[in-house]
Nanobody, 115 residues
Framework: QVQLVESGGGVAQPGGSLRLSCAASRSIFSIYAMGWYRQAPGKQRELVATITSGGSTNYADSAKGRFTISREYAKNTVYLQMNSLKPEDTAVYYC?????????WGQGTQVTVSS
């Protein structure tokens, strides 16, 4: 079992920045792909960004150029740096760990972008 705990959500103004963190309960980055997903009210959960066990990254078109996913092995933590935030980025953001048919999810953290 792997527990994932997100933090760093909150309220930001349009054009502002937030950094989300996802702490894993044990060292998994060498074998699990990690990702950030989000779900806005009334919408399906969607991919934001992923990083493979080998370090390759992938971003949704809406996140390219504005968001950066990274990981810190020593802290078993994955980050999502979000810059140039827009109101449409408002959602609950979830951390995911994926390997083969196994998926773990965090509880989510709310991000609200509003003036």
């Amino acid at each position: 079992q792997v527990q994932l705990v997100e933090s760093g959500g909150g309220v930001a103004q349009p054009g502002g920045s937030l950094r989300l963190s996802c702490a894993a309960s044990r060292s998994i980055f060498s074998i699990y792909a990690m990702g950030w997903y989000r779900q806005a009210p009334g919408k399906q959960r969607e991919l934001v960004a992923t990083i493979t066990s080998g370090g390759s990254t992938n971003y949704a078109d809406s996140a390219k150029g504005r968001f950066t996913i990274s990981r810190e092995y020593a802290k078993n933590t994955v980050y999502l740096q979000m810059n140039s935030l827009k109101p449409e980025d408002t959602a609950v953001y979830y951390c995911n760990a994926h390997r083969s048919t196994t998926n773990y999810w965090g509880q989510g953290t709310q991000v609200t972008v509003s003036s």
